[in-house]
């Protein structure tokens, strides 16, 4: 079997060029797709994805605006704090914020929390209190100063729920 040139692999191999309606097609789709993609980045948000920027990966926080941490919390009923989130009851803290205005329609809802809790470690002390809290830590140049804030943003009582 004999190498064969460049030159020589050109002429065998048959190429076939591209016909001047089939690049202005191809022209024009490339187009649209650059359009569209700079339109959803200058204008878009993430629900336009893929054709606009996810916010998380595409701005940047103010170093000096604080940071909110959100936790869910029960009480029992000798007063002491049980971590609900952080996977506690299968449940991350990124998936339950992004259920956090359903939360603040029905609290009821963290009544469930409690219940899987409940399921999970059944010799601990019964739960008489769900609460959702967030925790405001302020930033100077990026860094915590110390200082932090807790706001109760939805309080249930279990020993009220029918």
Same mark, same amino acid.
Not at 95 to 118: C, H, I, K, N, S
């Given at each position: 079997?004999?190498?064969?040139?460049?030159?020589?692999?050109?002429?065998?191999?048959?190429?076939?060029?591209?016909?001047?309606?089939?690049?202005?097609?191809?022209?024009?789709?490339?187009?649209?797709?650059?359009?569209?993609?700079?339109?959803?980045?200058?204008?878009?948000?993430?629900?336009?994805?893929? #054709?606009?920027?996810?916010?998380?990966?595409?701005?940047?926080?103010?170093?000096?605006?604080?940071?909110?941490?959100?936790?869910?919390?029960?009480?029992?009923?000798?007063?002491?704090?049980?971590?609900?989130?952080?996977?506690?009851?299968?449940?991350?803290?990124?998936? #339950?914020?992004?259920?956090?205005?359903?939360?603040?329609?029905?609290?009821?809802?963290?009544?469930?929390?409690?219940?899987?809790?409940?399921?999970?470690?059944?010799?601990?002390?019964?739960?008489?209190? +769900?609460?959702? +809290?967030?925790?405001?830590?302020?930033?100077?140049?990026?860094?915590?100063?110390?200082?932090?804030?807790?706001?109760?943003?939805?309080?249930?009582?279990?020993?009220?729920?029918?």
């Amino acid at each position: 079997m004999s190498q064969l040139s460049t030159a020589e692999r050109a002429d065998v191999t048959d190429v076939v060029p591209l016909s001047r309606a089939s690049r202005w097609v191809r022209l024009a789709v490339s187009a649209v797709v650059f359009a569209v993609v700079m339109t959803g980045t200058v204008w878009g948000d993430d629900a336009d994805f893929p #054709f606009g920027p996810f916010r998380m990966y595409s701005t940047r926080a103010d170093p000096n605006a604080p940071v909110v941490s959100t936790r869910v919390v029960g009480l029992t009923e000798s007063g002491q704090e049980v971590r609900l989130s952080g996977g506690e009851v299968g449940l991350r803290r990124a998936e #339950f914020e992004g259920q956090l205005p359903r939360m603040q329609a029905r609290p009821e809802l963290l009544g469930l929390l409690a219940d899987t809790y409940a399921e999970r470690h059944p010799e601990a002390e019964p739960l008489v209190e +769900v609460h959702v +809290v967030q925790r405001r830590f302020e930033l100077v140049d990026g860094q915590r100063t110390g200082e932090f804030t807790d706001t109760v943003v939805i309080d249930h009582d279990l020993e009220q729920t029918p």
